[in-house]
């Protein structure tokens, strides 16, 4: 199987991929996958793949004041993306995948991925593709001109097999909203939150020797309020805090989070082994990103998410949906100051959330119709 993601901006897409990756591999047994995992990100020492799987890092883009330009390479926009597209045709005619996994832009970068998709189909007509969404995309008249920016659903709908959308469509049905256009819906399967066992693949780091309440910021290309909001606010009593920055965030933020923190509370870059720091904190706060809401559902830890609202409402919808669903608390960014995050922490630290009541087994689900799709179960089969 091949995975792709684009990766301009965070390190979700490339996350979300990898959390299926391991899953999948699992699911189909020691041995009887190999893989590609396909990001515009360089491997971290934070990113494990499953035995059988390898990366294949294409040149980067990243979005500045919302255009995207080419990461690192010189020249123009169009000849990276050219570059990337003659780099993803290679791979998909080398490796010939049975089973294409994009993570929400269905044909990538200015359409980077749609001759190679195309070609996959004609060399390889047995391989399957499938479009993974999140659970909630954006407002629906944005996601709405997205999806006819590419020509329109219909125009889709030969290269997608099925639409894996990663909620429970009881919290936030994406389908109903609009925000997923009938020519796809009707190709959709709510896996389900990718929640339970993500710390299944993501290394432990062992027990810290004192209570803690964490603060994270996922990437942090646009966190930097938030960490410092967090880094100024006072520690519950018996506790440390630690505020987990992310490696995207500018360097003068992070030395500034750093010098406006207490003696209880410590800024780094990045944790290892997240997942597993949030199920034994005390406390979490953190910005409203898939997977760290991911890793937050599958705990019983108190979470209060900080959505941004900018340059997508994707965030927001999905604080205000699990809010609902009595499953987190939820501060907007100009209201999430030192003072607020001091008197939440210094509640929540008390307390535990039940969270059975959302469908958190994502991750199983698809493996489960990955595996039928490589068997070739007739199409339409979903459950």
């Keep these: 199987m091949l995975l792709y993601s684009h990766d301009s901006q965070g390190l979700g897409h490339v996350r979300r991929n990898l959390a299926l990756a391991h899953h999948i591999a699992a699911g189909v047994g020691a041995g009887g996958l190999r893989g590609l995992v396909v990001s515009g990100l360089a491997p971290s020492p934070l990113f494990t793949l499953p035995n059988g799987f390898d990366w294949l890092v294409l040149p980067g883009v990243e979005k500045r004041d919302g255009v995207y330009v080419p990461r690192r390479l010189p020249g123009t926009l169009s000849e990276t993306v050219a570059l990337r597209s003659l780099i993803l045709g290679a791979a998909l005619a080398g490796f010939a995948p049975d089973l294409v996994v994009v993570d ?216 205000r949906a699990l809010s609902r669903a009595s499953a987190v608390d939820t501060a907007r960014q100009e209201a999430a100051t030192p003072d607020l995050l001091s008197r939440w922490l210094a509640g929540a630290v008390s307390t535990r959330t039940d969270r059975s009541h959302v469908e958190l087994g994502g991750l199983a689900a698809a493996a489960r119709a990955a595996a039928r799709l490589l068997t070739c179960t007739p199409e339409g089969e979903l459950t």
């Design 104 to 319: 929400r832009h269905p044909l990538g970068i200015r359409r980077e991925l749609e001759a190679p998709l195309r070609a996959l189909r004609r060399s390889h007509p047995g391989a399957r593709v499938v479009l993974g969404l999140r659970d909630v995309l954006d407002d629906p008249a944005v996601a709405a001109r997205e999806w006819e920016g590419l020509g329109g659903a219909d125009t889709l709908v030969p290269l997608v097999d099925q639409v894996w959308v990663y909620g429970d469509p009881r919290v936030h049905d994406a389908t109903s909203s609009g925000e997923i256009p009938p020519a796809l819906a009707s190709r959709a399967l709510f896996t389900g939150y990718l929640a339970a066992g993500r710390a299944d693949v993501d290394p432990y780091p062992g027990r810290l020797s004192r209570p803690y309440v964490l603060t994270t910021a996922g990437g942090g290309s646009d966190g930097g309020p938030l960490v410092e909001a967090a880094a100024s606010a006072r520690v519950p009593a018996g506790h440390e805090h630690i505020v987990v920055a992310g490696p995207q965030l500018a360097e003068d933020r992070f030395a500034r989070a750093q010098a406006l923190a207490g003696p209880s509370t410590t800024v780094v870059r990045s944790c290892p082994g997240l997942a597993h720091r949030i199920r034994e904190a005390a406390a979490v706060v953190a910005m409203g990103g898939y997977n760290t809401v991911c890793e937050i559902l599958a705990t019983s830890t108190p979470a209060l998410i900080v959505p941004r609202e900018k340059p997508r409402l994707e965030q927001a919808i999905r604080a």
